[in-house]
């Protein structure tokens, strides 16, 4: 059965995620690096050391932000 979740204030269904997943697979899904995310769940940052007991229900309303890195590395010079 997919899980819809509201992702960054958009509605989105996952066929590939049940009830009772964990953030890891949700990040996964999203085709996110891991160390590069942070994620707030129904308004609490969770941080990365509770992702994998942090369960996602029907509905949940996450805010993912994802790092990038880029830039000259003579910027500021």
């Known amino acids: 059965m997919a899980l819809q979740l509201v992702i960054n204030g958009k509605e989105r269904n996952f066929e590939e995620l049940e009830t009772g997943a964990g953030l890891p697979a949700l990040v996964q899904s999203l085709g996110f690096r891991s160390d590069r ?6 308004g609490e940052i969770v941080p990365r050391s509770s992702w994998r007991q942090t369960t996602l ?3 949940d309303r996450l805010e993912v932000v994802h790092f990038v890195g880029g830039g000259s590395a003579t910027a500021g010079a």
């Open 37 to 42: 995310v942070a994620v707030e769940r129904n």
């Open 57 to 59: 229900t029907e509905g």
